[in-house]
């Protein structure tokens, strides 16, 4: 049989006289699981980008080749979407949404008609002119210090090669092919891609670029492919063939594994397993102490789609809604009945679930386009400027649509409105007299609406917030902690900064006492307090916030039933005591030995 080039290149290397030696590299563990495979090298470069002014004669023509691409590429995400849509697995939905975006990017976004203005009016042709637009709308978001909307630029990478790629003739490069157990190779990985890979064929992936909050991660975790981001020197040496191990935890990669390095591996494969079928076990049972205190968990979701992923993984509610998904990548502002539909969907879906919506968190240096020209100074420090709350009181017609729609929804399931970046009862008093407005003005329209009216909570993410709980509990109906944004500013570190990555460090005291001293508050005043951080996900502070006597967590789904699983294993007692104990200690390392040690049952 004939076997094209591309097939003699990825075929194993015949056995060489010395076997090469082992090679151990490391980078970001951002999807668990061990696998034993082979190498499958992937590149994927682009072609070379002609640059060249076109004639003024030109332009029709060249923005017609534009409008080819643009349907084309459209056409093979639809395409996409319909595989997707038809496969099922538990990756479905997030996958679904991705690509959901990626076509909204390509249907009269600001992307099309930025490229369609540097057709029309600096001539340039159109692959010079959607490259040119990806550097721009990329230096924009890389200007934006939230993870979730800076990850963005990828989208827009993703979205942008894909059209220069047809408008240069050059067909996509096959992720489908592979052969069966490969362990993918290549320089970077798009979340688009990410979703062409077959789980029944491709036991894992590295790339040398990637970070643990990127889409790429986030998609690696859905598709349950272990996958390890950011290896130096990853492709150096590699060769298509060669026996290779990644273990998606711990962030290792391991080529050409001796015998005894492929026995502990295979060791490591078997608990594995045993683990992924104790967990799947767990996500019907309830989350309940071995005393009887329950313990409601709930996901954090980004998307309407991701309810499904939140009902798989067993999640009593949504415990955190962002709806800034409302707001970006278009031109105008969602209106009040949009908001409505959306926010439908989601607690429809949820089948009588609580949901609760956080109003708009954005600030004057993430504004959506639909904002864009109105006066607001983002400041010298936008993360200490207006934001959040300040923002939606500030603008009060966006706050009251977001209201509307929220009580709208409200009369077909329950939900709850969290305010973001609190710092003083005023602003809560502030929200709730609108919620009072806006409720009779439906009432006087007689569109239906939440009676009683929805819970009103705070969300705790500043050091004051968290000294005031006090005061704040008495006009709050519950508090939701945001620990990854309390962590930053009590320390005053930027968490996406790299170079101060070793600072942020959620086992401070000072971040651990703020938590307590809220959860306090909350107790005594005898209203709900949620955790709702990166923090609530991570086993290791567990029995710290059931001991804090926190009631309720929300977290990824993804991260449910280790939650549920530590959960069951705890008596509130004996946490409470521990916790006690615990928060005498000053050192933040000696903390997280700690925590860990109770985590692994050696304490």
């Known amino acids: 049989m004939k076997m094209d080039k591309a097939s003699r290149a990825q075929e194993p290397r015949p056995a060489a006289a010395q076997a090469p030696r082992p090679k151990r590299l490391t980078g970001l563990g951002v999807s668990p699981g061990t696998v034993i495979g082979t190498v499958f090298l992937l ?18 023509s060249e923005l017609a080749r534009l409008t080819s691409a643009v349907d084309k590429a459209v056409g093979q995400l639809d395409a996409l979407r319909g595989k997707v849509a038809q496969g099922g697995g538990s990756g479905q939905q997030e996958a679904l949404a991705l690509l959901d975006v990626h076509i909204q ?39 934006i210090s939230d993870p979730y909307l800076s990850a963005r630029i990828h989208d827009i990478a993703d979205v942008g090669q894909r059209l220069i790629r047809i408008l240069a003739g050059r067909t996509s490069h096959s992720l489908q092919e592979m052969p069966t157990g ?36 986030i998609m690696a975790r859905s598709l349950g492919i272990p996958a390890v981001l950011g290896v130096k020197g990853l492709i150096d040496g590699a060769k298509p063939g060669d ?41 019907m049972l309830p989350s309940i102490t071995r005393d009887g205190v329950e313990i409601a968990l709930k996901a954090n979701i980004e998307l309407p789609r991701e309810t499904g992923l939140a009902k798989a993984a067993g999640a009593e509610g949504v415990g955190l809604l962002r709806s800034e998904f409302l707001f970006m990548n278009r031109d105008s502002l969602p209106s009040e009945d949009e908001q409505y539909e959306s926010f439908r969907e989601i607690v429809g879906s949820m089948g009588g679930r609580p949901v609760t919506i ?14 864009t020209g109105r006066e607001i100074d983002a400041g010298y420090n936008p993360a200490l400027g207006m934001r959040a709350i300040r923002f939606s009181l500030r603008f009060r017609s966006l706050l009251e649509d977001q209201i509307a729609a929220i009580l709208r929804v409200g009369a077909h399931g329950p939900v709850r409105i969290l305010l973001p970046m609190i710092t003083s009862a005023q602003e809560i008093m502030a929200v709730r007299r609108i919620v009072r407005e806006v409720a009779s003005k439906l009432l006087r329209q007689r569109v239906p609406f939440a009676d009683p009216l929805p819970p009103l909570g705070a ?47 959620p086992f401070n005291p000072a971040v651990l006492r703020l938590i307590q001293f809220t959860a306090q508050a909350a107790m005594r005043t005898g209203i709900p307090i949620n955790i709702c951080g990166e923090m609530a996900g991570d086993e290791v502070f567990t029995e710290l916030f059931v001991g804090f006597g926190v009631r309720e967590l929300s977290m990824s789904a993804q991260r449910l039933p280790r939650i549920k699983r530590r959960v069951r294993l705890l008596e509130t007692a004996e946490a409470a005591h521990f916790v006690d104990r615990l928060m005498d200690e000053r050192d933040p390392a000696i903390i997280g030995k700690l925590l860990r040690q109770r985590l692994e049952g050696r304490a």
């Open 43 to 60: 590149d994927k470069g682009l072609p070379p980008i002609p640059e060249h002014a076109i004639r003024r004669e030109d332009v029709d």
């Open 105 to 143: 990017m390509l249907q009269g976004s600001r992307l099309v008609r930025r490229v369609e203005g540097l057709i029309r009016e600096a001539r340039l042709n159109a692959e010079a002119a959607v490259e040119t637009a990806i550097g721009e709308m990329s230096a924009y978001f890389r200007t």
């Open 182 to 217: 490969s362990i993918l190779f290549t320089e970077d990985l798009t979340p688009a891609e990410t979703v062409l890979l077959d789980p029944e064929r491709v036991a894992g992936f590295a790339t040398v670029a990637g970070g643990a909050d990127s889409h790429t991660a």
């Open 243 to 283: 026996r290779v191990v990644i273990d998606g935890a711990e962030g290792l990669v391991c080529l050409n594994p001796d015998r005894e390095m492929l026995a502990e591996f295979k060791s490591h494969i078997t608990l594995e397993q045993a683990e992924a079928e104790e967990l799947q076990s767990l996500v």
């Open 358 to 371: 956080r109003t708009l968190d954005i600030g004057a240096d993430k504004l959506p386009l639909g904002l």
């Open 459 to 505: 969300m705790i993410e500043v050091p004051g917030a968290a000294l005031g709980a006090d005061h704040l509990a008495q006009v709050s109906d519950f508090f939701s902690v945001g620990t990854n944004d309390l962590t930053m500013y009590t320390l005053a570190i930027d968490r996406a900064n790299e170079q101060l990555a070793d600072l942020y460090d």
